[in-house]
């Protein structure tokens, strides 16, 4: 079964504080891709970042960071020095090129950023 | 044309009417997914569209149905509407199915 867990479902920080969303996947599949997504109060799912199941090279851009562990099926998002702008739900999901697309996505994190 | 447009952004109907939501897909844009986002949950995948036709399907039931035209613009269409249909209906739009997807902001559906 395909499954992504994010166990956070609300966390506040005061600005300039960094903070880590968690994300567990589960999957059988060797071939899957990775993604996160931010979701401000609009409505549309921005997207951040895709890593495939065969790259386990952590990322940085700019705040944002990135800690892809296949030993604990873990996609962990950090971001540095966190700001009010930052303030979303952030989904994590789990995808398949070869089978329709299908995403799935995790409940998210609801991040407030306190100034 | 740039972005993914949805229309409505909001509409409320009855139980048991039928609705239909429109989706603008970013220009050359062939492929086409369809979400549902309840609230406080994550999108569920539908079902998505390939060059006008159907190419893969979520757990949703056959009053679920879609459409797309040549020009990639799309349909999601659902009869006999239940309460637990109200949700956020996202659209997201692929140049392709090997590459990641551009979300829509969405249509707030209630269900009264």
């Known amino acids: 079964a395909q499954k992504v867990t994010q166990a956070q479902t609300e966390i506040s920080v005061v600005e300039k504080e960094d903070v880590t969303l968690d994300c567990v996947y589960e999957t059988r599949d060797t071939t899957y891709y990775l993604f996160w997504y931010k979701q401000p109060p609009s409505g549309e799912l921005v997207f951040l970042i895709r890593?495939?199941?065969?790259?386990?090279q952590n990322e940085i851009s700019g705040r944002y960071s990135w800690n892809f562990q296949k030993s604990t099926s873990s996609f962990n998002f950090t971001i540095t020095a966190s700001q009010v702008v930052d303030s979303a739900v952030y989904f994590c999901?789990?995808?398949?090129?070869?089978?329709?697309?299908?995403?799935?996505f995790g409940t998210g994190t609801s991040l407030t950023v306190i100034p | 044309e740039t972005g993914v447009t949805q229309s409505p952004t909001h509409l409320i109907k009855t139980r048991g009417q039928q609705v239909t939501l429109r989706c603008s897909s970013q220009?050359?844009?062939?492929?086409v997914s369809w979400y549902q986002q309840a609230l406080g949950q994550g999108p569920q995948f539908i079902f998505q569209y390939y060059r006008e036709e159907e190419n893969g399907r979520g757990n949703f039931p056959p009053r679920f149905s879609g459409l797309q035209f040549p020009n990639y613009s799309s349909e999601l269409n659902v009869n006999a509407l239940e309460l637990d249909d109200s949700a956020l209906y996202l659209c997201?739009?692929?140049?392709?199915?090997?590459?990641?997807?551009?979300f829509g902001s969405g249509t707030r559906l209630t269900v009264v």
């Open positions: 997201a739009s692929s140049l392709d199915r090997s590459e990641g997807y551009t």
């Open positions: 890593r495939n199941s065969f790259d386990e």
């Open positions: 220009s050359g844009h062939n492929t």
């Open positions: 999901a789990l995808g398949f090129l070869d089978t329709g697309n299908q995403f799935y």
